[in-house]
């Protein structure tokens, strides 16, 4: 569980972060909206996009210029730490409630949700949440939703109702117990129900599910729901330190010592499988939480009978893959395991689906898992991007202390029919382990496969072209790599920008955060001379991202000195540079590849000058000719999961570091084209561009931009079917055309 952070005499874990002085200036909506804030800022007290807010606010009626009193709730799939005012939903709060006499029971409570639209104030576009009845039912006028990990520990302990009880006398509370039921229509009309049998009590614990809390005003409900929380996690730490230090049963495996380096190295490998069917990013965390639950006697136990708040599995699935590694075991074991639990848990998902589904269910979704445990490692987390591999492992992180809460209560084995079981449901199909409750399969199935969450999953934009896909970008700094990173970005990639000059490669890095996210990129330095500097840059990229789907090199070297005369030693240099270099990367990489076993691209920069023999540039002519063989001679040794192809550009002046100013002065004194020294250096690139710019058929100068578009392009699934192959980017040079 978190540690206590003591900020008021009264809250012992918690903070109350309300200010006076920003709430007095605000209207009721914005009051809503900084409260919902507030409360979202900490994980402690609800998940991301977990909860909903709600305050019930009078209105003027455009219609009938009378007030009204109107509902406003946290919309569809919102997040509470990061939703403004216009996230929330806005209902005439009678048309809502008058929907209880269309009602026709829970078997048909979905059909409700299509009313809710007919309800709403102002043609507001937010759809309202399916949690919208358990706001508009409760006869108080603002009211919290959370799903804090005590809160759900206390609702998912076999004990719970009994221990609700015990926490009230000790707390002077008067919170009310209402068994599972799906939340919807009928959860409204059941805690509406409570409510009224017990006028006088402070809040609901929702069975397997969450908290409930509300008050008179914005801030009464704020500060009744923080101290709440706070004192449910005051009376589990009681608990604790009267249980003493062992959790779950106690340490089975130690944590392995080099598990940062073994993560890393068994990330492709894992990643590769459990994409399948689905091409995943991955996340990685081995917290102290995490392992001390991944390590227990009872983590396996655990972890298979599933998690509680429906919160939890939506992005978790009903339960996470568990490894079991021994501490005699090698990688090799590791991968066996790994395939061996995949095609049990691939199974065991079929078969649940199958178990419950219906006509009108949704189709069967990928069969891998979400999160996978591995003992003496950690946890593994996967989403179609970083950010949501990185929330799918913080919901597992929150499912471990709610697991944990749970066993921190425990009294002895619960023999009754446990509290979470409602009305009409079979007692026998709630399990518990170690005080620990988690949903039926079929309710987890009910949740996950619900036509509501099916539809919140289709209202979210299309994926972009590169979504899900993990790019390399070498010599990513400057010039066309600055270009390629950028493009690749723009079209849905994870990008790592990697180059000599890593000032260099953060700041592009930098440009990438703001036209994607800060999640989906990073930067780091790399010789591509040396081979140890490249498996640094792959390792950085697997550790960030999980694997690497996508090789860019941009990065060449043009040899020049002042008398025009090239060295042996630089000879050698451009071809250490310009071909061996590119030969260590796609090796390098291959083994990452290779350890996948999905479909990856490579694509090296060649040059017109490969075929167009010229006078004082050999050294970099022969290496790129080199170069072009090499994208074939990869592509034959490649094949058949990773693609090889690569570009001709003609020169490219524009933003190039193989032309410094010195380099563009001789070459414009050399072809007699007039300049001011007073220009700036893109301003002489710029003329002298325009002059190789007349040698094509198209009269166009070469940019970065053009080249990136081509790598992009054959970087990208819409080339699924070649390799082996270089494209021309020059204008037009007969010279140059390939034969």
Known sequence: MSSPTIASPALHFLEDRWDDRVAS??????????????????????????????????????????????????????????IKRAGFATLYLDKLLALERSYKGVDLEDDMVAMYPLCTFRNNPTAASIDTPLHGFLPFPHVDH???????????????????????????HKLVWVPWQRPGFELGLMMRRAVEQNPDCDGIVLGGHGLFTWGQTQRECYLNTITLIDQIGQFIARHGEQNGPERFGGELVQSRADRAKLAIAIAPYLRGRVSAQNRWIASFSDSADVLQFVNSRYAKDLAFLGTSCPDHFIRTKIRPLFVPWAANEDLGALKKHIEEGLAEYRQLYRDYYHQFATPDS?????????????????????????????????????????????????????????????????????KTFANYVALPPLEAFKIEYWAMEEAKIRRQPPEKELSRRIALVVGGGSG???????????????????????????????????????????????????????????????????????????AALFPSSPDGVINQAMWGTTLEINVTANYLLAEEAGKVFKEQDLDGAVVLTSSANAVVPKRGSEAYDVSKAAISHLVRELAVGMAPKVRVNGVSPATVVKGSTMFPRDRVRASLTKYGIAFDE?????????????????????????????????????????????????????GGLPEAFLR
Not at 386 to 407: D, L, P
């Open 25 to 82: 200036g605000l209207d009721e909506p914005e009051l809503l909206r900084y409260r919902s804030n507030l409360l979202g800022s900490d994980l402690r007290i609800t998940n991301f996009a977990g909860g909903n807010t709600s305050s019930k606010v009078t209105e003027t009626d455009p219609l009938t210029g009378a007030p009204v009193e109107v509902l406003w709730v946290k919309g569809s799939g919102g997040d509470l730490g990061s």
């Open 146 to 172: 959370l799903h804090p990990d005590w809160g759900i520990a206390l609702a998912a302990s076999g004990n719970g109702k009994k221990k609700m009880d015990e926490f009230n006398r000790e707390f002077g």
């Open 362 to 430: 949704p189709a069967l979704r990928d069969t891998s898992p979400t999160v996978v445990l591995i003992q003496g490692l950690g946890m593994f987390s996967f989403g179609k991007n970083k950010t949501e591999a990185r929330i799918v492992g913080e919901f597992y992180t929150n499912a471990i202390h709610v697991m944990e809460g749970a066993s921190l209560l425990a009294e002895g084995e619960v023999k009754d029919v446990l509290p979470q079981c409602g009305e009409g449901m079979d007692p026998a199909t709630f």
């Open 480 to 554: 066309i790599g600055r270009e390629v990173a950028l493009k690749m970005a723009q079209r849905g990639a994870h990008v790592v920008v990697a180059d000599r000059d890593e000032a260099g490669a953060q700041k592009v890095a930098d440009e990438l955060a703001a036209i994607a996210s800060k999640e989906f990129v990073r930067a780091t330095s790399v010789d591509i001379r040396n081979r140890e500097t490249i498996g640094a840059a792959l390792e950085a990229t697997v550790a960030a991202f999980g694997g690497v789907d996508i090789l860019i090199n941009t």
């Open 678 to 730: 007073s220009m700036d250096d893109e301003q002489l690139r710029g003329l002298l561009a325009n002059f190789y710019a007349q040698r094509t058929l198209t009269h166009q100068p070469i940019e970065p931009g053009d080249c990136a578009e081509a790598i992009v392009f054959l970087a990208s699934p819409k080339t699924r079917c070649t390799t082996g192959h270089l494209i021309p980017v020059d």
